[in-house]
């Protein structure tokens, strides 16, 4: 999706056993362009050389902060997720799991008014899913700004 860091490139991955296509049999809309391949080159050196490290280390800080957050939020019923993919479920009720799908929408739209956007997953989950350049000051400031939202909506 991203592996040419926003430069309009297509890639096909799949196992040697399946890959018996003749030449010219398959192509994608957005092959070979020269100044997209650098663009993957540099943002597969990137990956390596920092932000899958980086994207393990704030995301396991940013899943443990929000952890800390459901101690003062009841409504955050789950925490879940690796790396920078995390979700967090909210409920009406931590006992029954009842979803709370209305005030997962109203979360939601309370953040991006503050300047942070969030993306709902399922019926009553938020997505975090942040790029993997994200700094720690930026990862406490959208925490920050999603702390504010939730308070505001319970």
Known sequence: ?????????????????????????HANTFGGNPLSCVAAMVTIDLLKKEYIENAATQGAYMLGELKKMMERHPMIG?????????????VTDRTTKARAAKERDAVVDEAFKKGLLLLGCGVNTIRFSPPLCLTRAEVDKALELFEAALTEVE
Do not use: F, N
């Open 1 to 25: 999706k991203g592996i040419a860091s926003g430069m309009p490139l297509g890639a096909i991955v799949a196992r040697k056993g399946i890959m018996d296509w003749t030449p010219g049999s």
């Open 78 to 90: 789950d925490v879940r997720g690796l790396g920078y993919m995390i979700g967090v479920e909210l």
